[in-house]
């Protein structure tokens, strides 16, 4: 992993801490009731709440953006976040893509914290935010309609968030069974994964580092799609 970014593991999601001479930026915040550790890892990284400039939500996942409120009340950061994904932050709600009990449960009892409108700001993809020499803001539908990743040149950290997971040291797609467009998965999969990155920073799973096999090897699987380029 580079020296600037920070892997935070929470136990079940992971989020990342980028450091640039400005500050800091979190990708993802976890579950609710983790706004402790974060800070606790900030500070392991050398700083401090107020030293938090922006919070990315990569989607709107109560195990992705549950702690986005406490966080942003703490630190004063900015959210960035795409724009359904940002509509949905101010619900408190998790986006459609859970099998049919499961979503109905989600959609009427599962809620989190929901963070300040005001300091939400909408990105979309094409757009580059100012962390890690640029850090690329990349359409990543699939898992969810609304997902986004991010990818750094410079650095050549993808952050994935659940378009990519690693289970015992293996590169894998997001399961189908919790995915809205496996499809669309699929497509999104190969997108990144041809992007060759160095570290791919997933949302669930040890980060893959210095592996190009495992990339090479998950994008050979993956089925070509009629709208796919040749």
């Given at each position: 992993?580079?020296?600037?970014?920070?892997?935070?593991?929470?136990?079940?999601?992971?989020?990342?801490?980028?450091?640039d001479?400005d500050?800091?930026?979190?990708?993802?915040?976890?579950?609710?009731?983790?706004?402790?550790?974060?800070?606790?890892?900030?500070?392991?990284?050398?700083?401090?709440?107020s030293?938090?400039?922006?919070?990315?939500?990569?989607?709107?996942?109560?195990?992705?953006?549950?702690?986005?409120?406490?966080?942003?009340?703490?630190?004063?950061?900015?959210?960035?976040?795409?724009?359904?994904?940002?509509?949905?932050?101010?619900?408190?709600?998790?986006?459609?893509?859970?099998?049919?009990?499961m979503?109905?449960?989600?959609?009427?009892?599962?809620?989190?914290?929901?963070?300040?409108?005001?300091?939400?700001?909408?990105?979309?993809?094409?757009?580059t935010?100012?962390?890690?020499?640029?850090?690329?803001?990349?359409?990543?539908?699939?898992?969810?309609?609304?997902?986004?990743?991010?990818?750094?040149?410079?650095?050549?950290?993808?952050?994935?968030g659940?378009?990519?997971?690693?289970?015992?040291?293996?590169?894998?797609?997001?399961p189908?069974?919790?995915?809205?467009?496996?499809?669309?998965?699929?497509?999104?999969?190969?997108?990144?994964?041809?992007?060759?990155?160095?570290?791919?920073?997933?949302?669930?799973?040890?980060?893959?580092?210095?592996?190009?096999?495992?990339?090479?090897?998950?994008?050979?699987?993956?089925?070509?799609?009629?709208?796919?380029?040749?």
């Amino acid at each position: 992993m580079p020296n600037d970014v920070l892997w935070i593991d929470t136990g079940s999601v992971n989020c990342y801490l980028c450091r640039d001479p400005d500050g800091y930026t979190l990708i993802d915040t976890a579950t609710p009731g983790k706004a402790d550790l974060i800070f606790e890892r900030l500070a392991e990284f050398g700083g401090q709440p107020s030293d938090l400039r922006r919070i990315i939500i990569t989607h709107a996942d109560i195990d992705h953006a549950g702690s986005a409120a406490a966080v942003q009340a703490r630190s004063g950061a900015s959210i960035h976040a795409g724009k359904a994904t940002a509509a949905l932050l101010t619900q408190g709600r998790s986006p459609r893509h859970m099998p049919g009990v499961m979503q109905f449960v989600v959609d009427r009892f599962v809620r989190y914290p929901r963070p300040e409108p005001g300091r939400i700001v909408t990105f979309a993809a094409g757009d580059t935010m100012p962390v890690l020499g640029g850090l690329h803001v990349l359409a990543a539908p699939g898992h969810t309609p609304d997902q986004h990743a991010l990818y750094s040149p410079t650095t050549g950290v993808l952050f994935a968030g659940d378009a990519l997971n690693t289970r015992g040291g293996r590169l894998q797609l997001t399961p189908a069974r919790v995915t809205a467009d496996m499809a669309a998965a699929e497509r999104t999969a190969a997108r990144l994964l041809d992007l060759s990155p160095a570290v791919v920073a997933c949302g669930h799973g040890a980060p893959l580092i210095d592996d190009p096999q495992a990339v090479a090897g998950l994008l050979a699987l993956l089925p070509l799609h009629p709208e796919d380029p040749i």
